[in-house]
């Protein structure tokens, strides 16, 4: 159970377009989704958390107007990088929070590798 | 805030052998997890084990164990006898959300 999945699982896009990346909680509701972002060889860094139905809230010098979050249902957020550059490039992971008794447990989608050209 | 704090870059060990990772993280709070996550080269995040701060006892998973010090604010893990699969990063973090380390690359040697 607490299955996490990602989609895609690899996207390169040309600098100026925006991408989309979406999070599926299979086996549960996740009503509290994280996001996070991972360069190379380096630890994983949060971006934002979101709540289902509400805005999300981001972390100190994450742009929200370029990396919008969607937290739309129980068992789905979608991050939307917009207008990407070379520099967001990078390794991007979702995480949900387990429902009841799992609350203090996230469990992690496979991550998204994003390229920007 | 919170941070976590892995002093060691890398490590290594001979498989068979016993491997201690360390972790320190600040926190005001009484109440709290921690956690170890490991990072295959695939970059899945794969939980290796967790603590509850209002246990005393050690966690332990199989081959996989900690030592909790409450006070002291560490948390490390000790891997018994090595194997080659447990060549990896591993990932000290706090809480939820989720506040990572740095990070140790461990390599096991055959």
């Known amino acids: 159970g607490a299955v996490v999945s990602q989609h895609p699982s690899r996207v390169i896009c040309k600098s100026g377009t925006s991408v989309k990346i979406e999070c599926r909680s299979l086996?549960?509701?996740?009503?509290?989704m994280f996001w996070y972002r991972q360069f190379p060889k380096q630890s994983l860094m949060l971006m934002a958390t979101?709540?289902?139905?509400?805005?999300?809230?981001?972390e100190q010098g994450v742009e929200k107007d370029k990396f919008l979050i969607n937290h739309a249902s129980l068992t789905l957020s979608t991050l939307t990088v917009t207008s990407a550059h070379p520099e967001d490039s990078s390794f991007y992971i979702c995480?949900?929070?387990?429902?009841?008794?799992?609350?203090?447990?996230?469990?992690f989608g496979p991550g998204t590798r994003l390229t920007v050209t | 805030a919170q941070t976590v704090t892995q002093s060691q870059p890398e490590m290594s060990v001979q498989e068979a052998e016993t491997v201690t990772l360390s972790c320190t993280y600040d926190?005001?709070?009484?109440?709290?997890?921690l956690f170890w996550y490991k990072q295959p080269p695939s970059r899945q995040m794969i939980l290796v084990i967790r603590?509850?701060?209002?246990?005393?006892q050690n966690a332990t998973e199989n081959r996989f164990s900690v030592n909790f010090q409450k006070a002291a604010k560490s948390f490390s893990l000790k891997i018994s006898d090595s194997q080659l699969g447990d060549a990896a990063m591993y990932f000290c973090?706090?809480?939820?959300?989720?506040?990572f380390g740095k990070g140790t690359r461990l390599s096991v040697i055959a």
């Open positions: 995480s949900a929070r387990g429902p009841g008794s799992l609350a203090y447990e996230q469990y």
């Open positions: 973090a706090y809480t939820t959300p989720l506040v």
């Open positions: 926190t005001s709070e009484s109440d709290y997890y």
């Open positions: 603590q509850e701060a209002y246990k005393q």
């Open positions: 979101s709540n289902e139905g509400s805005k999300a809230t981001y």
């Open positions: 086996d549960f509701q996740a009503t509290t």
